[in-house]
């Protein structure tokens, strides 16, 4: 777990800094980082200015701020130039999908450039990055006849999806 101090979240942004803009609920927090920063460490970072902030839940939530910087997840938009099709997760554990009977394929068979920093995600100055609490299985496991060891995987049913709301300019119509 990575620890920000007072001195490193008043750093000055640079010249080769990149500004990403987090998003939960309708609160945006515009971070200044070094495109090859870990997301380790932009967690951390993120979770320390909004404490600076002396916030104590995230936006629009009951849910306590984490203590672990690991337990808050980032999603990318499923489509950057319609962000009315929504957000996708983006893992930063391991580049492994569970199949059928439990089975771990690696994905492309080498580590994953989402699982690093924004550069090798893709992530420009100015990229939205959606973030939450990592969902956790509150109901009781149906018709799962694997082992689930891991960490379990994300599933399309079951994500809650990211509470993003952006701002709308236009005039409602028919």
Not at 52 to 76: H, I, M, Q, W, Y
């Amino acid at each position: 777990m990575a620890f920000i101090s007072q001195d490193q979240l008043a750093e000055l942004p640079t010249p080769d800094m990149i500004t990403l803009l987090f998003k939960c609920h309708k609160s945006t927090t515009a971070l200044s980082v070094l495109p090859t920063r870990p997301f380790t460490e932009i967690k951390a970072l993120l979770l320390a200015a909004l404490e600076s902030r002396n916030l104590k839940t995230l936006p629009n939530s009951s849910a306590p701020l984490p203590d672990d910087p690991e337990e808050l997840e980032f999603g990318v938009l499923a489509d950057k130039k319609d962000p009315s099709k929504g957000w996708v997760p983006m893992e930063t554990k391991e580049p492994e999908i569970t199949g059928p009977k439990g089975a771990k394929t690696k994905v492309g068979g080498r580590p994953s450039v989402l699982n690093q920093h924004p550069l090798g995600a893709g992530l420009g100055d100015g990229a939205w990055i959606a973030y939450r609490l990592k969902a956790k299985q509150k109901e009781p496991q149906v018709k799962v006849e694997d082992d689930e060891s891991g960490t379990p995987d994300v599933e399309i049913d079951e994500d809650p999806g990211f509470d993003v709301i952006l701002p709308s300019f236009e005039d409602e119509a028919e």
